[in-house]
């Protein structure tokens, strides 16, 4: 069984930077479709970025310019900069391994002013 975990996420002000991680229990090479969704309270959750296996990436057009997604030989990252009141939520790490589909626990990103 495959699992992937988050961390990195907290408390930023408006403005500020974090970094998330998301770490997978087996060769993350193994594991197609990496990207990073969210969920902000009271709505659905929504894709954020996606990384191919030569770090090609894709953005959410909200994101774009703010966010960057990349990957190593262990983890999946999401430096997001720039954060706005609206960027707050649950972050989702996830992957197809094989034909099943893997969802993180989520790490929690709360935005202040």
């Known amino acids: 069984q495959v699992r992937l975990v988050e961390s990195g996420g907290g408390l930023v002000q408006a403005g500020g930077s974090l970094r998330l991680s998301c770490a997978a229990s087996?060769?993350?090479?193994?594991?197609?479709?990496l990207a990073w969704y969210r969920q902000a309270p009271g709505k659905e959750r929504e894709w954020v970025a996606g990384?191919?296996?030569?770090?090609s990436a894709d953005y959410a057009d909200s994101v774009k310019g703010r966010f960057a997604i990349s990957r190593d030989n262990a983890r999946v990252y999401l430096q997001m900069n720039s954060l706005k009141l609206e960027d707050t939520g649950v972050y989702y790490c996830t992957g197809k391994y094989g034909t099943v589909t893997i969802w993180g626990q989520g790490t929690q990103v709360t935005v202040s002013s």
């Open positions: 087996r060769n993350i090479h193994s594991i197609n479709n």
């Open positions: 990384v191919g296996l030569r770090n």
